[in-house]
Every structure is written in C-alpha cells, then in structure tokens.
C-alpha cells in the first residue's frame, strides 16, 4: 500500500513556473515508478510525465516536452514535478501516481494521490 500527497500547486501568470511535490509513505517507495497526470474540466485525465524507480529513466507528453522536469529522490520519498514557461493550456488538477511499471495509460496506475489545482492566467 503506497499513500501520495500532492502539493505545490496555485495560480501563476502564463510564462511563470511551478514546482510540484508528491511524497509517498511506506518504506517501498523505489519499488515504484512515479507518474504525474492531469485532468481538465470534463475532459480525460492525460499523461504529463514519469520516472522509473531508480530515476534513471524519464518520458514526457509531447505537449510538456523541453517545459517540464520530473525528478525523484528516494532518500524523502518524494517525486518532483518542475513546471516552467507555463501556458494557460496546463491548467488543470495534477495528480501524482505510483505503479509497479511505467504507462501512459492512467487506468493502469495502481495508487492515486487528491490531486493539486494549477491554474495558469493569460
């Protein structure tokens, strides 16, 4: 069992930068590849990015690529989620995910944390 909390999300000017946080308890935290989605007012919750358990391995979505950085550090037990040149497009609430296995499927995620709201103004 593996329980995440998010934080760090808020409102930022379109062009600014966020930092997102997801700590993760339980003793098995790198057994676990750690994921970050997001999901807008009625639409799908999408992909952003993950990181395999060592932290050696990362994907993005496409729409994020060269804006966002997802790292790890197993020593806190936490997952990161750097968030620069933000655009009114990322709004949304981001969710933070942990998996045996990496996927850009959401439904294949074992354990889900609240979720944080970001909010980018134009």
């Known amino acids: 069992q593996v329980r995440l909390s998010e934080s760090g999300g808020g409102l930022v000017q379109a062009g600014g930068s966020l930092r997102l946080s997801c700590a993760a308890s339980g003793r098995t935290f790198i057994s676990y590849a750690m994921g970050w989605f997001r999901q807008a007012p009625g639409k799908e919750r999408d992909f952003v990015a993950a990181?395999?358990?060592?932290?050696?391995?990362?994907y993005y979505a496409d729409s994020v690529k060269g804006r966002f950085t997802i790292s790890r550090d197993n020593t806190r037990n936490t997952v990161y989620l750097q968030m620069n040149s933000l655009k009114p497009e990322d709004t949304a609430v981001y969710y933070c995910?942990?998996?045996?296995?990496?996927?850009?499927?959401?439904?294949?995620?074992?354990?889900w944390g609240q979720g944080t709201q970001v909010t980018v103004s134009s």
């Open positions: 990181i395999s358990r060592g932290g050696g391995s990362t």
């Open positions: 995910a942990a998996d045996p296995f990496y996927s850009n499927y959401a439904p294949s995620w074992d354990y």
